[in-house]
C-alpha cells in the first residue's frame, strides 16, 4: 500500500499516561498535515509541516500536544497528560501539489 | 479565521435522484473548496474540487458549483446510487489547498435508499 499509513490504529489509554502516534506520509509529499475528528464533526486541523519544517499550528494544539517531522519524512504527535477530551480520531494527512490524502487515523480513547 | 457552514446535516433520497449540498464560508480570501467523502470507518477521500477562478466544475455524476460573490459553494449528485451513501464534508482554504491547513464543515449524511 502506497499510501499514507498511520500506527497505531487503535490506542486505549487512561487519564493522564502519554500517547504517540506515528504518520508515514506518500514518499514524494513534502508536506504533512495533522486533523482532529470526533463523532459527526469534520477534521479540524492541528498542525502543518513541509519538509521538517513545522509552519502553522492551531490554537487547538495546546502545550500538551507536540508533534515533529524529524527528517522531513515520518512524524509523530504526542500528547502528554491525556485527558478524556482527548478521545478522538486523529489523522494525518499528506500532500505534494494540490490534493490532501488523509491515512486512515489513530483512534484513541482516554478511560 | 474561517469558518465553514453546511447544509443539511441528513440528507435521504431515492436512488436515481439528485442530491444537493451546501456550504458557505466566511473568509473572502478563501480560494481552494475541495469536497470529501468519508464512507464509516474509513478515511476521507476527495472527490472533487474547485478553485475560486471557476465558477463550476463537473466529474461524471458529481459536480461543484462555486458563487464567489456570496460566498457559497455547493455539491450536486445527479442519478444517485446506494454507493454514495456517506458522509460528505466540504472545505475552504486560501492558501490553494496544498500549502496550508483545511477548514472542513461538520458534514452531511446522505443516505441513498434503493
Known amino acids: 500500500d502506497t499510501g499514507v499509513s498511520q500506527d497505531p490504529r487503535h490506542k486505549i489509554t487512561k487519564r493522564g499516561q502519554n500517547v504517540t502516534f506515528r504518520c508515514d506520509p506518500i514518499s514524494e509529499h513534502n508536506r504533512l498535515y495533522w486533523y482532529r475528528q470526533t463523532l459527526g464533526q469534520g477534521p479540524e486541523f492541528l498542525t502543518y509541516?513541509?519538509?521538517?519544517?513545522?509552519?502553522?499550528k492551531s490554537r487547538l494544539l495546546s502545550d500538551r500536544f507536540s508533534a515533529e517531522r524529524p527528517k522531513g519524512s515520518f512524524s509523530t504527535l504526542e500528547i502528554q497528560r491525556t485527558e478524556q477530551g482527548d478521545s478522538a480520531m486523529y489523522l494525518c494527512?499528506?500532500?505534494?501539489?494540490?490534493?490532501?490524502?488523509f491515512g486512515p487515523g489513530t483512534r484513541l480513547t482516554v478511560t | 479565521g474561517e469558518n465553514v457552514e453546511q447544509h443539511p446535516s441528513t440528507l435521504s433520497v431515492q436512488e436515481g435522484d439528485s442530491a444537493v449540498i451546501k456550504c458557505t464560508y466566511s473568509?473572502?480570501?478563501?480560494?481552494?473548496f475541495p469536497w470529501y467523502k468519508q464512507e464509516l470507518g474509513k478515511r476521507p477521500q476527495l472527490i472533487i474540487d474547485i478553485r475560486s477562478n471557476v465558477g463550476e466544475k463537473k466529474d461524471q455524476r458529481i459536480a461543484v458549483t462555486l458563487n464567489k460573490t456570496a460566498k457559497h459553494f455547493s455539491l450536486h449528485i445527479t442519478e444517485t446510487q446506494p454507493e454514495d451513501s456517506a458522509v460528505y464534508f466540504c472545505?475552504?482554504?486560501?492558501?490553494?489547498?496544498?500549502?496550508?491547513?483545511?477548514?472542513f464543515g461538520k458534514g452531511t449524511k446522505l443516505s441513498v435508499k434503493p
Open positions: 509541516f513541509q519538509n521538517e519544517a513545522q509552519l502553522e
Open positions: 472545505a475552504a482554504s486560501k492558501y490553494g489547498g496544498s500549502q496550508g491547513n483545511l477548514i
Open positions: 473568509d473572502s480570501a478563501s480560494n481552494y
Open positions: 494527512a499528506s500532500s505534494s501539489d494540490t490534493e490532501q490524502y
